[in-house]
Nanobody
Framework: QVQLSESGGGLVQPGASLRLSCAAS????????MGWFRQAPGKEREFVAA????????LYTDSVKGRFTISRDNDKNLVYLQMNTLKPEDTAVYSC?????????????????WGQGTQVTVSS
């Protein structure tokens, strides 16, 4: 069982930056691919980014490429999502998820563990 806890959300203006963090409670954190997903009001949950257990092979949805960066620190059991040049359409609840696999996936069924989420609101 892996517990995930996100932090770092908030209310920012368009063009601003935020860094989300996800803390994992697992002694084998480096064996998990980690992903970030988001869900806006009235919309389905969508994939944002994912990274392999070793920290390589980042994967991004097209709408965030060049603006968001996923990274991880396996020594601290943390995964990050650096979000730059935020837009109002980035407003959503962001959740991290863990998959006990070496490969990265862009769909939620592959992920077994989920955090509660953190709200990101981009508004002027």
């Amino acid at each position: 069982q892996v517990q995930l806890s996100e932090s770092g959300g908030g209310l920012v203006q368009p063009g601003a930056s935020l860094r989300l963090s996800c803390a994992a409670s697992s002694s084998t954190f480096n064996l998990y691919a980690m992903g970030w997903f988001r869900q806006a009001p009235g919309k389905e949950r969508e994939f944002v980014a994912a990274i392999s257990g070793s920290g390589f092979n980042p994967l991004y949805t097209d709408s965030v490429k060049g603006r968001f960066t996923i990274s991880r620190d396996n020594d601290k059991n943390l995964v990050y999502l650096q979000m730059n040049t935020l837009k109002p359409e980035d407003t959503a609840v962001y959740s991290c998820a863990g998959a006990p696999n070496f490969l990265v996936y862009d769909s939620s069924p592959w992920y077994d563990y989920w955090g509660q989420g953190t709200q990101v609101t981009v508004s002027s």
